[in-house]
């Protein structure tokens, strides 16, 4: 396997590896991870679809990219999908996959005429003192010191940040910026995450910094993630006659260790409750997505708290059987045993008449009903203390939505805090209560805020113990390689194995290691997409540098005795090159 970047690769088709009619490959989970290896397998591996299994331990695939329309509760959405026009690996898969809404056209052409007719981008990115607009402007409010402790990050080599955590790098000043405010609301960061982490992010998305302030840099599917990327993804690999199994949970795949060569020999798990296994030869190729951010979710309802879970999750103990046997196959618990670290709870509101859309619609400054962005992205409360925000999609967000109806997604970072309305932390709150603390923020009289939540809104909250655990601190080998070394027959895939350069809790993410997973056990002759290398465009550095100044110059910063008048022989020395003129391009001097 190897890197590419350009359009040469990019259209072309590899030629059918050899011997490939001969494998079979075996697929644990059916998230987007593994149902993107299952499509690179057909597409360029040119794999036999009746030669791919997938084994998913639910009814359904989709694993964290859902939307549910539960007969019972109502519609449930867990998260949502941020994404951008550089997830390269991404497009390149979607650009095969055949649109389910536009006949002839791909998931990326009806994505990007979507995004291209109705760009996104925020009018309200924070309200304070309920319903109040927190003029953040558009504006970083960073000090110099908080802009120097960034480039500091930015410039640090990721084996120096290894178990480090954000509040060893930054302090006080820097969070009470405007930058730490989006920042850690948009990405879902903590103090007590990974400093390497927000560096890898800082890295990855340093062309986007102008747009974070209004989410101009986002991009969205026209309807929830399950029935705008997971549907049209099933519904190619059906045609394709893959293969699949669900009500099957993967308990441990057991490997021969010959010297430093690891062959996977036997896939053990439970199927509709009896135990089997999966003979392998080395012919035999298994995907296993290891770790779930989703494991253990819980949903309450409008009169039921959800329950918090924290006992082993079934994608916890497959990673922690497998990494018995060797230590290249990476260290489970590093992300999975510390909950009250790595959870957060958000909430599917579902309002039910014309009532509380006229609140919503005074914060976004939106009709909720046009069809067209709505939020823009989330609305984050600044003066909240569960830390909460909000959104709303293009509406309806799910096909079968009625047309009065308001589909909202609501999260709080900080669950163990009481709230400013409800005085119990998120964690300990019914669908009802959270709603309330939701509607007191909108600034919703407080007359009306009970009757509101009771009968104009559903609220399902979900409670999720392991949402952010990749964000956790970690060290080399924590996170297996996609392909351990030795590894002839077996890959990880997914959030918790790890790639070169790229960011974790993306959608990009999953497709990467899936392609790069791929491409290495079948010896694909085509080039994996290298991430987008704008920390190296000296152009994208400057622009950063000059959005995070907030209009600032160069000249403008106090620097120490002495160096303003290096400052000015350094400016008289550029005089008349290119990098003059780069300067005044991103208005720095």
Request: with cysteine.
């Amino acid at each position: 396997m190897y890197y590419s970047n350009g359009n040469y690769e990019a259209f072309a088709r590899p030629e059918k590896p050899a011997d490939v009619d001969k494998k079979s490959a075996y697929l644990v989970g059916s998230g987007l991870a593994s149902l993107a290896a299952a499509c690179f397998l057909v597409r360029d591996g040119q794999m036999k679809g009746e030669h791919i299994h997938i084994l998913e331990e639910l009814k359904i695939p989709g694993g964290a990219c859902d939307g549910i329309d539960d007969p019972q509760k109502g519609f449930v959405i867990r998260g949502g999908r941020e994404m951008e026009n550089h997830f390269e690996c991404l497009w390149d898969l979607f650009h095969s996959i055949p649109s389910l809404e536009i006949e002839g056209a791909s998931v990326l052409d009806e994505f990007y005429w979507l995004n291209k007719h109705d760009p996104n981008y925020s009018l309200m990115r924070a309200i304070i003192n309920r319903g109040e607009d927190a003029h953040t402007d558009r504006k970083f409010a960073l000090s110099e010191k908080g802009s120097m402790e960034i480039v500091q990050l930015f410039m640090t080599r990721d084996e120096d940040l290894y178990d480090k955590t954000i509040d060893d790098v930054f302090d006080e000043e820097f969070y009470s910026s405007n930058f730490w405010l989006y920042w850690q609301t948009m990405f879902a960061f903590e103090k007590w995450h990974s400093a390497l982490e927000m560096k890898l992010y800082l890295q990855r998305f340093i062309h986007h910094i102008g747009g974070l302030p209004d989410f101009s840099a986002l991009k969205f599917t026209k309807y929830n993630q399950y029935e705008s990327l997971i549907l049209p993804m099933v519904k190619y690999l059906e045609a394709h006659n893959v293969q699949f199994q669900y009500d099957t949970r993967v308990t441990n795949v057991l490997f021969e260790m010959d010297g430093e060569k690891k062959i996977a020999r036997k896939i053990v798990c439970e199927h509709a409750g009896n135990e089997e296994e999966i003979d392998l030869i080395e012919e035999d190729l298994v995907f296993v997505t290891n770790g779930s951010c989703t494991e253990n979710a819980a949903l309450g309802d409008n009169d039921h708290v959800p329950e918090f879970k924290v006992e082993n999750g079934g994608c916890w103990e497959l990673w922690r059987n497998i990494a018995k046997q060797h230590p290249s196959f990476g260290n489970p618990d590093k992300f999975c045993t510390n909950t009250k670290a790595t959870n957060w709870e958000s909430a599917t509101v579902t309002t039910l008449d014309e009532k509380i859309p006229k609140y919503i619609e005074k914060i976004c400054k939106r009709d909720p009903f046009s069809g067209k962005v709505v939020t823009g992205g989330i609305v984050t409360v600044k003066d909240s203390s569960w830390l909460m925000s909000f959104t709303l999609n293009r509406q309806p967000h799910f096909k079968e939505q009625p047309n009065h109806q308001l589909v909202v997604w609501v999260y709080g970072l900080y669950t163990d805090v009481p709230g400013d309305y409800i005085k119990k932390p998120m964690k300990d709150c019914t669908g009802i209560e959270i709603t309330q603390e939701w509607l007191y923020h909108m600034g919703v009289p407080e007359s009306d805020i009970l009757e509101l939540a009771t009968n104009s809104a559903s609220c399902i909250p979900c409670m999720m113990p392991y949402i952010t655990a990749f964000f956790m601190p970690r060290t080399k080998g924590d996170r297996p390689k996609v392909v351990p070394d030795g590894c002839t027959n077996f890959a990880f895939i997914g959030q918790f194995s790890d790639t070169v350069r790229d960011t974790v809790f993306t959608t990009e993410y999953s497709v990467r290691t899936a392609m790069e997973a791929v491409y290495t056990l079948l010896d694909v002759d085509r080039g994996v997409p290298e991430v987008f290398n704008s920390c190296y465009d000296i152009r994208a550095l400057l622009d950063a540098t000059s959005k995070m100044m907030d209009g600032k110059k160069l000249t403008d910063i106090k620097l120490p005795f002495g160096a303003n008048l290096l400052e000015k022989k350094m400016l008289k020395k550029v005089s008349g090159t290119i990098i003059e003129e780069l300067l005044q391009r991103y208005h720095l001097i």
